[in-house]
């Protein structure tokens, strides 16, 4: 069973940076073919795909976001992780990680629970 777990802190101040990490049990980030997705859901709107990390390694951005994000990953910890610097309240969103990297969110097959992040000071 593979499960996805979404940690980090739940409340950032302005022009700080948004740090999360996914920890993946029952397979492995660097499984052939597979993407690693942060995907997140503001009050009131749409799922937002914010950018993946593919099986070898390689980031892909949104490009509305690409400017203050970053995705990375540690294969010894299984884990991957997101950076979203200089937040402002229009971040605060619920942000799930999530295996699969197509435009269709209905083709992902695992999702994390999804944490609740607040942009306030």
């Known amino acids: 069973q593979v499960q996805l777990q979404e940690s980090g802190p739940g409340l950032v101040k302005p022009s700080q940076t948004l740090s999360l990490t996914c920890t993946v049990s029952g397979a492995s980030i660097t499984t052939n073919y597979y993407y690693w997705s942060w995907i997140r859901q503001a009050p009131g709107k749409g799922l937002e795909w914010i950018g993946y990390?593919?099986?070898?390694?390689?980031?892909a951005i949104s490009p509305s976001l690409q400017s203050r994000t970053f995705i990375s990953r540690d294969t010894s910890k299984n884990q991957f992780t997101l950076q979203l610097s200089s937040v402002t309240p229009e971040d605060t969103a619920v942000y799930y990680c999530?295996?699969?990297?197509?435009?269709?969110?209905?083709?992902?097959?695992?999702w994390g629970q999804g944490t609740q992040v607040t942009v306030s000071s």
């Open positions: 990390v593919t099986d070898n390694g390689s980031p």
């Open positions: 999530a295996r699969g990297g197509a435009a269709v969110f209905g083709s992902y097959d695992y």
